[in-house]
């Protein structure tokens, strides 16, 4: 499985972008797709993830009610919309899939929330 991430960018605060996630393959080859993000000098972090198969997706708290994640299976690609972005929002942001116990990391994607 390969993850090719991409849709990060530049963006002032109380904005929105959206990041892509396309996947090799179906996205039913992994159970699951999400978004984790890394912020200079600290430790990756989900920021949400999806059932691929279900739809049902869970948040981190600092992104609830700002992050919508969804996949769509016919592009076989997951979507990360973020709105009301702040600076702290500002990581690189990695695609993620999981199949049964293994991890698949997509190349991260730079996203900064600055005026």
């Known amino acids: 499985v390969q993850l090719q991430a991409s849709g990060g960018g530049l963006v002032q605060p109380g904005g929105s972008l959206r990041l892509s996630c396309a996947v090799s393959?179906?996205?039913?080859?992994?159970?699951?797709l999400g978004w984790y993000r890394q912020a200079p000098g600290k430790q990756r972090v989900l920021v949400a993830r999806?059932?691929?198969?279900?739809?049902?997706?869970d948040y981190a708290d600092s992104v609830k009610g700002r992050f919508t994640i969804s996949r769509d299976a016919a592009k076989n690609t997951v979507y990360l919309q973020m709105n009301s972005l702040k600076p702290e929002d500002t990581a690189v942001y990695y695609c993620?899939?999981?199949?049964?116990?293994?991890?698949?990391w997509g190349q991260g994607t730079l996203v900064t929330v600055s005026s």
């Open positions: 993620w899939g999981r199949r049964t116990s293994y991890n698949y």
């Open positions: 999806i059932i691929t198969s279900g739809g049902s997706a």
């Open positions: 393959g179906s996205i039913f080859s992994v159970n699951a």
